[in-house]
């Protein structure tokens, strides 16, 4: 079992930006897809952001294209999200997920999920 701790998040102004990071123990994660995801307060879990396993394959919801950038780093076994130009409706715990077997989209597929870190826009 691996386990996914995320950090990084925290307060910022519109426009602000902030880097999560997803660090992995346990095992490596090399070899697994990656991927973010968001939960707002009073709505469902929502996908931002995956990886393949190489790096080389990414994947963004509309909502966060052009403003986002996922990577990983396989040698320190951590997954980043840079978030430039932050807007308030990106406000939500951020939560990363590995092992999935099923669509980088959803949720469901996925066996392995950190504790999530907030992240507060303030207009």
């Known amino acids: 079992q691996v386990q996914l701790v995320e950090s990084g998040g925290g307060l910022v102004q519109t426009g602000g930006s902030l880097r999560l990071s997803c660090a992995a123990s346990g095992r490596t994660i090399s070899r697994s897809p990656m991927a973010w995801f968001r939960q707002a307060p009073g709505k469902e879990r929502e996908f931002v952001s995956g990886?393949?396993?190489?790096?080389?394959?990414?994947y963004y919801a509309d909502s966060v294209k052009g403003r986002f950038t996922i990577s990983r780093d396989n040698a320190k076994n951590t997954v980043y999200l840079q978030m430039n130009n932050l807007k308030p409706e990106d406000t939500a715990v951020y939560y990363c997920?590995?092992?999935?077997?099923?669509?980088?989209?959803?949720?469901?597929?996925?066996?392995?999920w950190g504790q999530g870190t907030q992240v507060t826009v303030s207009s």
């Open positions: 997920a590995a092992d999935k077997s099923g669509p980088f989209d959803k949720g469901e597929w996925y066996e392995n």
């Open positions: 990886i393949s396993w190489s790096g080389i394959s990414t």
